[in-house]
């Protein structure tokens, strides 16, 4: 009863293990099963920011889809790191829409071979590519420590946020739902920490994913239908999505001041109506077809529709 499969190192093998793989798929396990409905998914790791790369292996013969490296460096740059602007993140994202089109792509925060977000965060980590496992001392880095500060936690927790609200398959690496410290391999790989071990600020980033878990599985609009950019500017991003009758409104402020925006509504296929931020118990009720909305400093504001 398993629903896919992770096919390590794509780069380094010829096209006909994937050919072969995804025939022997089809035969053996999506033909064969109850109804001949099955749908295995095969998802593939390049370590590649190269989109033309990863794509070449991402087909009906070959893998349903690939982790993508593109847009986990961008998030990571962006709101881990504080580099670029919103507007270059918006770019990524919709660089890999077009890149991908038709595909269900894994998206992620970070993975067994890369230097934890929250440490990226805490400002631990010298390079947005990692900075090797070794010190200049030659000795292995590590342990990381928790950092005892609130502001890399509050940049994992926008950056989920964004994960969350949008398109793919997310991949959450064990402890990143909680903000685990870890620098390069095997540091990365630091024993789980689990409720009663975390601290005020592990907990917070736990209860953020936990809530927008939920929300992706309530309102449909949070992984697919029309998105459409509301808002974009250095540090503040915001899109709207709509998916039948789901329509959410999804806003990032990477600045460290509260900041409040005004826009439409109907432009962006929204209603008229109240909107809930899911993250907090604020309302904001619209006016006509203008939105007023405050989200705070480093914070995320993901607004649904009320009935």
């Known amino acids: 009863e398993l629903d896919g499969y992770r096919v390590d190192a794509v780069k380094h093998m010829p096209h006909s293990v994937y050919f072969n793989f995804q025939s022997r798929v089809k035969g053996e396990i999506e033909h064969t099963a109850a ?14 920011g190269d989109r033309d790369l990863i794509k070449s292996y991402v087909n009906e013969d070959e893998l349903d889809a690939q982790f993508d490296f593109s847009l986990y460096w961008s998030i990571l740059s962006v709101l881990g790191r504080g580099e670029g602007s919103m507007t270059d993140l918006e770019a990524s994202f919709q660089a890999s829409a077009g890149a991908y089109d038709g595909f269900l792509m894994s998206t992620f925060l970070g993975n067994h071979d890369v230097e934890r977000f929250v440490s990226h965060a805490a400002g631990e980590v010298g390079s947005l590519y990692g900075d090797g496992a070794c010190g200049q001392d030659g000795w ?5 420590g928790a950092p005892s500060f609130e502001e890399p936690y509050l940049r994992l927790k926008l950056a989920w946020t964004f994960l969350l609200t ?9 402890g990143d739902e909680v903000g685990l410290p870890g620098y390069h391999d095997p540091d990365n790989r630091q024993l789980m920490r689990f409720p009663g071990q975390l601290s005020s600020y592990e907990e917070g980033v736990l209860a953020h994913v936990q809530t927008l878990g939920q929300a992706r599985q309530a309102h449909p609009a949070l992984s697919g239908g ?31 001041e509260e900041r409040t925006i005004t826009n439409g509504l109907a432009f962006a296929g929204l209603s ?15 006016q006509g077809d203008s939105l007023s909305v405050t989200v705070p400093a480093l914070g995320s504001r993901v607004l649904v529709l009320e009935d």
């Open 272 to 286: 008229e109506g109240v909107y809930g931020d899911l993250l907090s118990s604020e309302s904001y009720p619209a």
């Open 35 to 48: 109804g001949g409905d099955e749908d295995f998914y095969t998802v593939g790791e390049t370590f590649s």
């Open 140 to 144: 292995i880095r590590g342990p990381a």
């Open 166 to 174: 949008n398109e793919g398959l997310p991949l959450v690496y064990y």
């Open 226 to 256: 029309q998105r459409t950019q509301w808002w974009a500017e250095e540090d503040l991003l915001a899109w709207a999505r709509v998916d039948g009758d789901s329509q959410v409104l999804v806003v990032l402020n990477r600045s460290w």
